[in-house]
């Protein structure tokens, strides 16, 4: 399936899940309740290790199930859709129904979080890298790292932010951590396996003892089992150390010339959104564009792309337009009192106050820009303004693709943190899997060990930074009262076999000269599939778990 046939597969799926919806809402005027937005308690220590919705599956019917999702609070899912009610009250009759719509709004919204992060976030913060001047390490190991792995942190917030979602986003930063460092740096080894690569020693038990290193200090906080504010911060600022390291390193070895990690970063992220960007954001091809048929594709794929596109400035030079920037600017402040107002029962005033915003800065925006190129002046309002839009919408998804791995977690009576472990750390770690792979295949010994270094520099920075953001945040919300976190025993087992998996690569990869092999990969594939296995045994109760 190509490019521009997935996308149309998925604006298409998008448009009939809107008319099933619309359909169901008529027949069913009662459900109108579907719609929801449920932020007003703010995560404490109850929120994240309570869940009074655990008795959904004692009942025999939907009709019951539907009253019961629907009378208890602790059932909602979290996002802007009750998904529970959507299943067991619309579409409870047509249960296959039910989980198609549920599976492809999963697809939708994987795409959607993966397309906002390549196309709108990375956009904004290469933006941000230029117009700070920073050095091609410093950005690689912080902005572009950010890019990277944007996915992997709005989950693990959102999910932190959620309430007694918190296990899930634990579990997918972890299961994200697992699936690259030995699956798909285990795929990597088999694949270059016949070309007899090499890669540098000292570079790459840099990346997996900082790794191990976060780990380690991760694992004690679960010990714990909980942090207050200033424990959070300094698990936090661990990633400060590690940029340390790196542009130490990286001066040391190569004074005044290219190299270092921040290869890994760059070279994996421009690979990245050539894959993942698609669609019709950039596309100028004006005699295509002259057929009816291209017409038709670009109208199709309005649903997913327009709603972005409007909110969000793009001030890049393929980016560019001028209708469209004015209209971003004047509707990102509607969007953003929409999301206030939302989560404090809206008051009339606030739209009042950021129509006016936004009117006022349309307005700026018509007049200091023209219709060729992108605007010189305020740039770098343009950019903080990008950039915070990218942010937001990042966040809606991921919070919105949470709840629906909760609810899907609830419906299958599967536990929502296994799903985080599996489905979410699978979706989000396919960019990486798609662009490691490619770099590693394409460019040689120097592609492979670009796609080595990101496959323990990526985890790293997910792991200090998406986990430290979300514990600083809950144990911000929490103060006084210290942060419980929401542990249970499968959490060390899976701590357990990542660490497992990363000295299987720090050991027998120096012991083969440091040859990317099928011995190596084979190892790490074997390790995570013997993981996977055993959470499997667990999930049917053959293990207890």
């Known amino acids: 399936m190509t490019n521009k046939t997935f996308l149309l597969f998925l604006n298409t799926s998008f448009l009939l899940l809107l008319l099933s919806f619309s359909i169901t809402i008529h027949h069913h005027p009662s459900n109108l309740t579907i719609l929801h937005h449920h932020h007003n308690q703010p995560p404490n220590v109850s929120s994240t290790t309570t869940d009074s919705c655990t008795n959904l599956p004692m009942y025999p019917d939907y009709k019951s199930k539907c009253s019961y999702v629907q009378s208890e609070p602790q059932c909602a899912s979290g996002g802007f859709i009750d998904y529970l009610s959507l299943f067991y009250c619309t579409s409870g009759r047509y249960p296959a129904f039910g989980y198609t719509l549920l599976v492809l709004w999963l697809i939708i919204l994987f795409y959607l979080l993966a397309n906002t992060a390549a196309n709108y976030f990375c956009s904004s913060l290469e933006s941000l890298s230029i117009l700070l001047k920073l050095s091609p390490t410093l950005a690689g190991v912080t902005l572009l790292s950010l890019g990277n792995g944007a996915p992997d942190v709005f989950s693990s917030l959102a999910s932190f932010a ?41 570079s790459f038990l840099r990346d997996v003892c900082s790794l191990l290193f976060a780990l380690s200090m991760l694992l004690v906080i679960l ?8 424990g959070a911060f300094a698990f936090a600022s661990m990633y400060l150390l590690y940029v340390f390291v790196v542009s130490a390193s990286h001066l040391c070895r190569n004074r005044g010339s290219d190299g270092g990690l921040e290869a890994p970063m760059l070279a994996g992220e421009d690979v990245k959104i050539d894959i993942i960007k698609g669609g019709i954001e950039f596309d100028g091809d004006a005699s295509v564009a002259k057929t009816r048929w291209y017409r ?30 004015v209209a971003s600017m004047t509707l990102s402040p509607v969007l953003l009192a929409f999301l206030w107002s939302s989560e404090r029962q809206g008051k009339l005033e606030i739209y009042i106050i950021c ?18 190129n992108p605007p010189k002046r305020f740039i770098s309002i343009w950019l903080i303004i ?48 798609v662009a490691d792979v490619a770099l590693a295949s394409k460019d040689g010994s120097h ?7 990101g496959c323990y520099a990526g985890p790293t920075f997910n792991v200090l930074v998406g986990l430290g953001l979300s514990m600083v945040f809950s144990s911000w919300a929490s103060h006084p009262t210290p942060f419980v976190l929401p542990v249970d025993r499968s959490i060390f087992v899976t701590v357990g076999f990542l660490v497992a998996g990363l000295l299987w690569a720090a050991v027998i990869l120096p012991m083969r000269a440091m040859r990317l092999d099928r011995v190596v990969g084979s190892g790490l594939l074997a390790i995570y599939l013997c993981f996977l296995s055993l959470r499997l045994a667990q999930t049917l109760g053959l293990v207890e778990a």
């Open 447 to 453: 592609g492979a060990q670009v796609a080595i270094s």
């Open 386 to 433: 990008g950039f915070l839009m990218s942010v937001v919408w990042t966040y809606i998804i991921a919070e919105e693709l949470v709840g629906l791995l909760v609810s899907m977690g609830r419906i299958l009576s599967i536990s929502p943190s296994v799903l985080g472990l599996t489905v979410l750390a699978w979706g989000n770690s396919i960019g990486d899997l």
């Open 162 to 202: 959620g309430e007694g979602t918190g296990d899930v986003g634990l579990n997918s930063i972890l299961g994200g951590a697992f699936v690259v460092s030995s699956g798909v740096a285990g795929i990597i080894c088999i694949i270059v396996s016949p070309r007899e690569v090499y890669i540098e020693k000292s």
């Open 223 to 230: 010990i714990v089992g909980w942090i207050n504010v200033w």
């Open 355 to 372: 129509g006016l915003v936004g009117v006022i800065l349309g307005m700026a925006a018509y007049v200091t820009t023209d219709e060729a």
């Open 296 to 325: 038709l594709v670009k109208l199709l794929e309005l649903p997913l792309y327009l709603p972005r596109r409007l909110t969000i400035p793009v001030v890049s030079e393929e980016g560019w337009s001028k209708p469209y920037g």
